[in-house]
């Protein structure tokens, strides 16, 4: 590369003096024409890098006609470039970079035809190349450094925009960069989201890609594969490509790829009989004449593809069938073209027919009449394009040379044709703005791209014949918007059938999710590529799609088919569920059995068994335990902020009063027993009045305790809201946890003291001690709240409430039955045992003789006469006795 822009600076400075000192030939034939300005052409005519033989290209030698064409229609128009002539000099690029930079060095040397004793002909103004991407990277990278403007007509690769590297690059063909957002634009349209993609082997094809890659990630689009052609390719590359094709699950894909780099491919396809693929074709070759046949349609028909806006250049038509190898039996490439088109070899001076592989032409052969495509000058697209970059120049070098645009009178020159610079040319190249004949408008943008207009074309098979049908245009804004506009009802999709909405060929990795579920992305696999996975209880996807679940409001909850958020159900213990029906029922039953046992209780409280359980103490024991039967009541029913401090206030407070009560019963034993003791008056000092003391004291407490507790942080309604169900449960919140203990610690210790107190007493005899009924019903009540911890924390939702209940309840009815069945049992069942005079027997027991210390002591009747009426009946008894007896003394 540096050798060849050495060699290309030399030829320029040489150039510039008189006389031409010509370094070397590249022997490249070429369609010359000298004018007072020159243009040169570069076009891939042959193809030799296809098959070992050269392949001529009819429709590149169409576009060399079109430079012709143009360039001799200008010079008979009077008003552009009046008085100044328009030469060319046409080279063969072979599709070639190499061959391309060296036509570049050629067409710079001058020309090779020119004697070199004669004048040198003007240097080349500016160039039209190339067709390929690549070799305009190659040609514009030369031409650039010495500020010689290159027009392309079909190189489309965005890298050509850059400024800083291609400095005097123009094309008429917009750039890749809006190629790619047409083809997003496309695949978005109809919702494809998983393709494929085959680019050329080159700048063109891997930038075309990448720039579409870019663009389609937008959408959410995947690329399942890239696959790379080129013509050079042994058949093994191809044929490892259709086998990528075919082992993939892709039903779209992008052909980004030259005419002649994907037609190989396209024949192995055809061979292999791979159809029910959706084609989405470039520029390249989707109006190619060569695929465009019924051969290649078998599994490319319905192909869909963007292409340049067509225009008809009607004069051209004249012009091409007036080709003929006898008007210049030396013009290179002309004989070719005959021989591809007639079938013949032209019968021309210097040639012997040796090498004539064809019949010999009998020199009547015309295109007059001629059908071919060739000849067909209706929908011209790429060269309409080398006519709008002649006409482009043409216009530059009218402004630069006459100082006004094309038009304005009167015309006179403003510059020396030998004092035109390149860079003049390029500067005036930039500021072009015209509308053609067919109404197209020529102008170039900052980076020398034309604006970007594209017609949406389908393959589609009418009369046996290969159609490129316009569906649609799109349509880009100086801002970079686009318009899309497309008449679905006339697509034929590769079904062959027209355009249906159940007939839309889709293409994705995993069907969108339904509703109710979410995208769950499948490791090493690209995004489009997914499992659907159900929603999480308490979220939702109300449609289709969707990437994550979104949670619902704190006061609804997913349905069953996680698509809507319904209201949770607001759960707490009703009265008219079974539950709450069977635990207001325990709960009055427990009730009516206090107050049925407080009125036995009345009935017979003047009987010995009554007197000798404290009558007061066990009526004040009743009533707590028939407001501790009441108190779950309060615990059933829709929380409010009153029934709150009520439920939590009024159990601590009953339950106090009781064990309370209890207490002072178990004190009375035992303080009565040690009176047995002479001299000890313990009984005597704990009456009535210190009875209500320590019931009033522990009770008192308690309500303090509760009141502080109300006043501070009392208890209030709270929703609970778990995240396992759809329920809100509906409980009263403590407020205060410090409180809450305190009250249970309460209650807990006096249970303990009582506990303690009763076991002592559990052993001393009487027929109605109560010290083993206390201890039963204390560890009954331990029990039942020592179960209860573990069982309210590992109850749900209402169920804790239950337990709660139950716990209530439970020891309710555990004191209830331990301390006053018994009595209930002698007065209604054993009346017999309700005397004074009955033997001594503990409750059910046999007699106990009691001899306290092993000590006896004389009683005075008067001490006996004051102890107090709610003693054992035991007690008194064995003091009467004791007394009666003679004086005694102690016995060891």
Known sequence: MQRGILLFLCVLSMNTVSGCELLGRFDMPSLFKEGDIMIGGIFPIFNKEIISTSVFDKEVFRWTQAVIFTIEEINNDPALLPNISLGYRILNSCDSPTNALRAALTLASGAEEADVTSHCPPAITAVIAEAG?????????????FHVPVVSHFSTCACLSDRTKYPTFFRTIPSDYYLAKALAALVKHFGWQWIGAIQSDNDFGRNGILAFKEEVEKFGVCIAFVASVLRTYPRDTFLEVVEIIKQSSVKVILAFAAEGDFYPLMQEIVNQNITGIQWISCVAWITAPRPSTPEIYTAFGGTLGFVMQKKAIPKLKQFLTSINPYTDPHAPFVRDFWENMVGCTPILPGNTGNEATLKRCIGNETFMNSEHDFFDVTELRATHNVYKAVYAIAHALHQLVFCQPVGEKPVKLCLNLSEM????????????????????????????????????????????????????????????????????DKIVWRTGKTFLLSQVPTSVCSNVCPAGTRKAQIQGKPLCCFDCVPCAEGTIANSTGAADCTPCPKEYWS?????????????????????????????????????????????????????????????????????????????????????????????????????????????????????????????????????????????????????????????????LFTSSNNMIVLECNTGSEFAFYIVMGNIGIL???????????????????????????????????????????????????AVEIFAILSSAFGLL????????????????????????????????????????????????????????????????????????????
């Not at 709450?580 to 009055?588: E, K, M, N, R």
């Not at 007493?761 to 020592?786: G, H, Q, Y």
């Not at 054993?830 to 001899?851: A, I």
């Open 421 to 488: 610079q390149h860079k003049q040319v390029s500067k005036s190249l930039q500021r072009v703005n015209f509308t053609n004949h067919f109404g197209a408008e020529v102008y170039f943008d900052e980076n020398g791209d034309p604006p970007a207009n594209y017609e949406i074309i389908n393959w589609q098979l009418i009369n046996g014949k290969v159609h490129h049908v316009t569906l649609g245009n799109l349509t880009f804004a100086a801002n970079g918007d686009y318009k899309l506009s497309i008449d679905e």
């Open 133 to 145: 991407s690549t070799q305009s990277i190659a040609v514009a990278g030369i031409f650039g450094t």
């Open 559 to 719: 349905n069953e088919r996680k698509d809507k958020c319904i209201p949770r159900t607001i759960e707490f213990l009703k009265y008219h569920e079974p539950m709450g029906i069977a635990l207001t029922f325990v709960s009055l039953l427990g009730a009516s059995v206090s107050l049925a046992t407080m009125v036995v209780f009345v009935h017979n409280k003047e009987t010995p068994v009554i007197k000798a359980s404290n009558f007061e103490l066990s009526s004040l024991l009743l009533f707590s335990l028939f407001l501790c039967f009441l108190c779950p009541l309060t615990f059933l029913g829709k929380p409010t902020v009153w029934s709150c401090m009520l439920r939590h206030t009024a159990f601590g407070v009953t339950f106090a009063l009781c064990i309370s009560c209890v207490l002072g019963k178990t004190i009375v034993v035992v303080t009565a027993f040690k009176a047995t003791f002479p001299g000890n008056k313990v009984a005597g000092q704990f009456g009535h009045a210190q009875q209500r003391i320590i019931v009033c004291s522990c009770t008192f407490f308690q309500v303090v305790i509760c009141a502080l507790w109300l006043t501070s942080n009392p208890p209030y309604p709270h929703m």
């Open 817 to 892: 039955s331990s301390i006053f069945a018994p009595k209930c049992y002698i007065i209604f069942l054993k009346p017999e045992r309700n005397t004074k005079k009955h033997p001594s027997h503990s409750l059910g027991g046999s007699p106990v003789s009691y001899q306290p210390h092993h000590l006896q002591y004389k009683w005075s009747s008067s001490l006996i006469q004051s102890l107090p009426d709610y003693l054992p009946l035991r007690v008194v008894t064995r003091l009467s006795s004791v007394a009666s007896c003679a004086p005694c003394f102690p016995v060891y």
């Open 751 to 801: 249970a303990i003291i009582c506990l303690i107190l009763a076991f002592m007493a559990r052993k001393l005899p009487d027929n109605f001690n109560e010290a083993k009924l206390i201890t039963f019903s204390m560890l009954i009540f331990c029990a039942v709240w020592i179960t209860f911890i573990p069982a309210y924390i590992s109850s749900p939702g209402k169920f804790t409430v």
